[in-house]
């Protein structure tokens, strides 16, 4: 795959397509899913929430923090994680800006 030229593009693009991509498994919805419906930070029950390997778990966690749509803190001997607030309503704000800005979403486009 060739290079991107990032200076062709936004600050805003930049990030939106890297939290987009982060998005683009399953396994990592399921565990923002999972973090929102909690309504709290979690610990260590999404191993058993999710049904994927402790591992497995930890690495699409680290995804989700990488791109800033989760935080963790240490509590003991675990990490619990949480939904970024900012971040969070920052994509949402992007996602929105993209959708609603088509004039030619109709049958008589293209």
Same mark, same amino acid.
């Given at each position: 795959?060739?290079?991107?030229?990032?200076?062709?593009?936004?600050?805003?693009?930049?990030?939106?397509?890297?939290?987009?991509?982060?998005?683009?498994?399953?396994?990592?919805?399921? @565990?923002?899913?999972? =973090?929102?419906? #909690?309504?709290? $930070?979690? !610990?260590?029950?999404?191993?058993?929430?999710?049904? *994927?390997?402790?591992?497995?778990?930890?690495?699409?966690?680290?995804?989700?923090?990488?791109?800033?749509? @989760?935080?963790?803190? =240490?509590?003991? #001997?675990?990490? $619990?994680? !949480?939904?970024?607030?900012?971040?969070?309503?920052? *994509?949402?704000?992007?996602?929105?800006?993209?959708?609603?800005?088509?004039?030619?979403?109709?049958?008589?486009?293209?």
């Amino acid at each position: 795959m060739g290079l991107t030229k990032i200076d062709n593009y936004t600050i805003e693009q930049i990030e939106l397509a890297q939290m987009m991509k982060v998005l683009g498994h399953p396994a990592r919805i399921a @565990i923002l899913q999972s =973090i929102i419906n #909690t309504k709290k $930070c979690v !610990c260590g029950s999404l191993v058993t929430e999710i049904g *994927l390997a402790q591992s497995t778990i930890s690495q699409h966690l680290k995804e989700l923090k990488s791109v800033g749509l @989760i935080q963790g803190t =240490i509590e003991g #001997t675990s990490m $619990c994680y !949480c939904i970024h607030p900012e971040n969070w309503n920052k *994509l949402s704000n992007q996602i929105t800006i993209l959708l609603t800005s088509a004039s030619c979403i109709d049958d008589e486009c293209c």
